[in-house]
C-alpha cells in the first residue's frame, strides 16, 4: 500500500562500473513497515523483524575501561531497528592522508605511526547483535574478549558465506553490519 519505489529514484545504486546492484533493501519513506534480512546465498532468515532508523545512531556514552567484566557495550542500534551506514566500514584499511577515524564509530588506528582509514563497502545494514540469528564467528582480526571490524566480514552464515561484521569487542561499539551485496530485506 505504500508507493516504496519512489523513494530511491535518486541514488540507484552507484554504477560506477562494478555491478552490483545494491539493495533497494531500503525504503525511506516506510519506517514503520518491518522487513527480516535474509541470507542472499540460501535464504535462511538472518534477522527477527526490523524497521529502520533515519541514520545511524550515536553509539552511547560507555566507560569500558570501569567496567566490573570485559563484554561488550550498550548496542549503537536499539533491537528491532536497522540503520544503513553511508561509510566505508570494515576492511581494507589503507594509508589515510588525513588523521582521523578509521571508520565510523570506531577511533584512530595506526600502522607503523600511519594513521589508517576504512575504504570497505559503504551501505551496511547496521543492526543490534542481539537481534541476529543464525551467524558464526569467524575472527578475521585480533580482538580481545569479542571481535573487531577492522578485518572485514567476520559472521559466517550456515550456508558458509560470510555475510556480515561483528563488532563486539569491549572497548568498541556494539554493532553488527550485514553486508548490502551479501543479505536481502524481505517483508514481514
Ligand atoms: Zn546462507
Ligand atoms: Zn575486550
Known sequence: MHERRDQEQGDGGS???QAAPTADVVDAGTEAEAVVFVCATCGVTLTGPLTRLPAV???PYYEWWDADEPGPSPATVPSGHYAIELEPYGAPLVVAEVPGPAMPRRG???ND???LVSQGPKGNIVINPDDARSLELRHASAACCGAT????MNQ???CGTLVATLCSDCCLPYEL???ADHVRAVHT
Open 15 to 17: 554504477k560506477r562500473g
Open 57 to 59: 545512531p550515536e553509539a
Open 108 to 110: 584512530m588506528i595506526y
Open 113 to 115: 605511526g600511519q594513521p
Open 149 to 152: 571490524p577492522d578485518g572485514g
Open 156 to 158: 559466517l552464515c550456515a
Open 177 to 179: 553490519h550485514l553486508s
